[in-house]
């Protein structure tokens, strides 16, 4: 795997800004090209740059608000491309692009997916670029393809963890959906939320692999979650700290319909929720947390139902003698901030 962050935006970011210093962070599997890119850096231009060692999972992870604490003025945020280029009032995306092809298990999967006709492709930021040449290749082979639009947050037929938006728009059109990379995460993201059969297309492995056992076992573990959380009387409703998803309205909202509904609430608010940090909260009997969805889609260790945004929806209509729907049947999972706070001016 060869992925490359763009240094071209970094040399020009600095060349405009002047900072004084530079605070830069990044998911686990880029920290050493941007430990790299610091060097450079600041071999090239005489600039501090600080590497920000918490947890970053996504776009919703940026730091901008530690950039003065640290005597900064420019943040670089690496490796989560989307349609947003700026966040709040110093950051900057700037993306991360994997150079490998995926012709090759394209080929390999033509005869896999003859059996259907419509296809909706979807990736995750490092293979965007490749969205063009698959779409091109399956029409070449005879598939009517699919491609979701941009947004104000995601390119086109890009998808997050939470956030399907684009192709979520293709799920009546077509009959299942490739994902381009070796992301059983994202791919059973789109699974869940668009509810049509969807095959991971890996370049590594040059393998296509179906998502339906991974995405019905989250499925029932989530509804599962819903009902044991059911007959709690004590619930914390924790506020997730990290900057594209303080959700302090919806938590205001959950906690005022458990109450309404005779739960008793504790409000919380953590940046990490990790199971080892909600085992101390022994007298609280279950948790909504309105922060990143996939902590309790996937969180398959925690003690107590711990309940994502969805998850808390159902639950309410449960407790108010509505009937549980496919909650995990949207868009959109968590409503990201990101890029949604004007810059100060200056
Ligand atoms: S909230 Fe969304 S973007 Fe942020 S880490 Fe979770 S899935 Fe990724």
Redesign the pocket.
Known sequence: MTVKIDTERVFDLIEKKHPARIVLNAPGGLLRQTMDLMQVVEKKYGVQCVLVGDTC?????TVDKEVEKLGASLALHIGHNASVQEVGDYTYLVDAKDDVKFDSVVQRSIPLLSKYKRLGLATFSQHLDELEPVKKQLEDAGFEVYLGRKNNLLLGSQT????FSTVFENAEKVEAFCYLGQSEFHAVGVALATGKPTYLLDPYLEEMRDMKEEAEERQKRAILGVYKALDARVFGVITGLKE??MMIARSKWISNRLQANGKKVIQLAMRDITPDRLAQYIHIEAFVQT????ISIDGFTFSKPVLSIPQADALVGLLEGREMKDFLHRPKW?E?TVGQIPRRAG
């Open positions: 999972f996504g776009i919703c992870d997050f963890g939470c956030d594209g998803q922060a990143c969805p996939r968590i990201l």
